[in-house]
Antibody, heavy 112, light 109 residues
Framework: EVQLVESGGGLVQPGGSLRLSCAAS????????MNWFRQAPGKGLEWVAN????????YYVDSVKGRFTISRDNAKNSLSLQMNSLRAEDTAVYYC?????WGQGTLVTVSS | QAVVTQEPSLTVSPGGTVTLTCGSS?????????PYWFQQKPGQAPRTLIY???NKHSWTPARFSGSLLGGKAALTLSGAQPEDEADYYC?????????FGGGTKLTVL
């Protein structure tokens, strides 16, 4: 059974940092591009970043470039998102996703 | 970055057929955009229905199908069921970056 389990969300002040993690199991993690998506309260889905199978290519939505960094550890079947200089508009549920499956999400709230 | 457009809302009768579309501001949607379709019900995480234009996930009901239609990606629901009432999102690939459409709220009524 495929499982994607996010962790690391929480409340953080504007300008602060947070690191999200995603533990993957049930599939060959190293074979797939991986994504982070997010959904602000009451809003639609937004793609945030993705990373190639071997980590050699990474892409970001314009609004997070220079602030967020996606990474992966294929030996540990894990995906991460380092989020710096957080803003109120980054408040959302963040989802880890393979090409076929999604995690349940972790809530990030940026507020003073 | 590109803008991806979907119908904000659609209504279908139980047992009826409806087509949701997904267009791109950069021109025609092709198989090279690897269109995805996701379904999201209130309070739940999204789940993948269709990937790479027309491929179904193991849990995708047979009544859903994906295609390219008139320069757009399309999701057709044939024989709508009450449980199909949900938000539907398409996702297009632009050689690395991805962009979601704004979503279509489908009502089965």
């Amino acid at each position: 059974e495929v499982q994607l389990v996010e962790s690391g969300g929480g409340l953080v002040q504007p300008g602060g940092s947070l690191r999200l993690s995603c533990a993957a199991s049930g599939f060959t993690f190293s074979n797939y591009w991986m994504n982070w998506f997010r959904q602000a309260p009451g809003k639609g889905l937004e793609w945030v970043a993705n990373i190639k199978r071997d980590g050699s290519e990474k892409y970001y939505v314009d609004s997070v470039k220079g602030r967020f960094t996606i990474s992966r550890d294929n030996a540990k079947n894990s995906l991460s998102l380092q989020m710096n200089s957080l803003r109120a508009e980054d408040t959302a549920v963040y989802y880890c996703a393979s090409p076929f499956d999604w995690g349940q999400g972790t809530l990030v709230t940026v507020s003073s | 970055q590109a803008v991806v457009t979907q119908e904000p809302s659609l209504t279908v009768s139980p047992g009826g057929t409806v087509t949701l579309t997904c267009g791109s501001s950069t021109g025609a949607v092709t198989s090279g955009h690897y269109p995805y379709w996701f379904q999201q019900k209130p309070g739940q995480a999204p789940r993948t229905l269709i990937y790479d234009t027309s491929n179904k996930h193991s849990w995708t009901p047979a009544r859903f199908s994906g295609s390219l239609l008139g320069g757009k990606a399309a999701l057709t629901l044939s024989g709508a069921q009450p449980e199909d009432e949900a938000d539907y999102y398409c996702l297009l690939s632009y050689s690395g970056p991805r962009v979601f459409g704004g979503g279509t709220k489908l009502t089965v009524l």
